[in-house]
């Protein structure tokens, strides 16, 4: 079935000069016309009754994308915000806990542990490579117990999802808490927050959301509730008991990040018309789509393709090739922007972005012009 999105999608034939910039990196990503205009609402009291209903109204909707009844609460700030939170209300100084990375989303979160005091158990695997559920499995039994692990979703270094509906019920067993960074995934990829027993999951508003970047968005659980309760790390701003006691009455503790909330409560609209599952869909097809544009190159694809990244694709490199000046002649001539490879693999990898607002469109424009720029046609 053609999503509402694909539908809506001017044709598009000439692949030099855009109109607009064509965004192809993974956050922040484009904003629909609809959610640019909502964006531009008057203020209103952050303490009266506009607000409530716009927080209830998209509370609610981010709950169902997070397919979870569990409390949902909204933070001003970025993802990496989300990460901490999650980190000082569930734990106490000291706690072990097992880190799980595959790129460099999963270090930083890490490094947030370490930051806290957690003792901090770090199994880090290659970039490229998933975590395999049986090695989890096989830490998790063999290592002394922990109180929770940390793992990323999607990996938006390496353009590599983690089977977390596979690996989720191994830290039930074990008796751990999930916390799971769903930044990058969140409202593109399925996610089943309940099915698969996630305490914590975040998200951050300029990926798949559609909106601008600003406001971070995690589900918690009955259990990281009582976790949060018998927390001992030092917390303020990102306190989830006062956001709740707040959130509550229809309030923030502190000023809500409204016009963000004005974009949300349109995109969650976007997403309703479209259907959450043709939503899941059309990142699945933009997914092979580009990945089948990449070989069509001649490119070669990274990470492992068991479980390649419908919201990112990582490419390596060709060699000899000057990417740095690719870049600039696709930004400057095409408008296309690509995203550099990050870290370890800055200079040899550079990824595509096709989450939130994208229409295969936008990728077959990118990959022309890449192909141009590389002289390699599409073939
Ligand atoms: C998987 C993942 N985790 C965390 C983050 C950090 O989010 P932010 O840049 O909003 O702090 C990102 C951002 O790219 C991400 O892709």
């Known amino acids: ?12 034939t000439e692949h030099r000069r855009p109109r607009e910039i064509n965004l192809r990196i993974p956050g922040p990503t484009a904003l629909p016309p609809s959610v640019r205009r909502a964006l531009g609402g008057q203020m209103i009291n952050h303490r009266g009754p506009e607000f409530a209903a716009l927080q209830h109204e998209t509370v609610e909707g981010v709950k169902r994308v997070f397919q979870t009844k569990n409390d949902v609460l909204f933070f001003p700030g970025s993802g990496t915000g989300g990460l901490e939170a999650a980190v000082v209300n569930c734990f106490s100084p000291g706690d072990p806990v097992l880190s799980i990375t595959i790129g460099s989303f999963g270090e930083r979160w890490c490094d947030i542990a370490r930051a806290f005091g957690l003792a901090v158990d770090h199994m880090p695997l290659e970039w490229g490579t998933a975590a395999d559920p049986d090695a989890v499995r096989q830490r998790l039994k063999s290592g002394p117990p922990v109180k929770g692990v ?6 938006t270094s390496t353009g590599v999802t983690n089977p977390i509906a596979e690996i989720a019920p191994i830290v039930r067993d074990a008796g751990a808490l999930l916390l799971v960074d769903a930044v990058s995934s969140m409202a593109a990829l399925p996610f089943d927050t309940d099915a698969w027993g996630v305490d914590v999951a975040i998200t951050g508003s300029q990926k798949a959301w ?16 009582q976790a949060t309760e018998q927390a001992k790390l030092p917390r303020s701003y990102w306190d989830f008991r006062a956001m709740r006691r707040y959130m509550e009455r229809g309030q923030t503790p502190y000023t809500p990040a409204i016009t963000i909330m004005y974009g949300l409560r349109e995109a969650l609209q976007l997403i309703e018309k479209e259907g959450l599952e043709n939503v899941f869909q059309r990142h699945h097809q933009i997914g092979e789509f580009t990945r089948r544009g990449v070989t069509r190159l001649g490119l070669e694809l990274a990470g492992d393709p068991r479980y390649y990244s419908d919201t990112v694709t990582a490419v390596v490199a060709p060699p000899g090739v000057d990417m740095k000046a690719v870049h600039k002649r696709l930004r400057e001539e095409y408008g296309v922007v690509l995203a550099t490879g990050q870290e370890q693999w800055r200079d040899t990898h550079f990824r595509i972005g096709h989450l939130g607002y994208v229409r295969r469109a936008d990728v077959q424009q990118a990959l022309a012009a890449l192909g141009e720029v590389l002289g390699r046609p599409l073939r």
């Open 210 to 225: 559609m909106i601008p970047p600003g406001m971070t968005m995690l589900s918690v659980s009955e259990r990281a509730w």
């Open 150 to 155: 940390l793992i990323t979703h999607n990996e």
């Open 1 to 12: 079935m053609v999503s509402t999105l694909e539908r809506a999608a001017p044709a598009q």
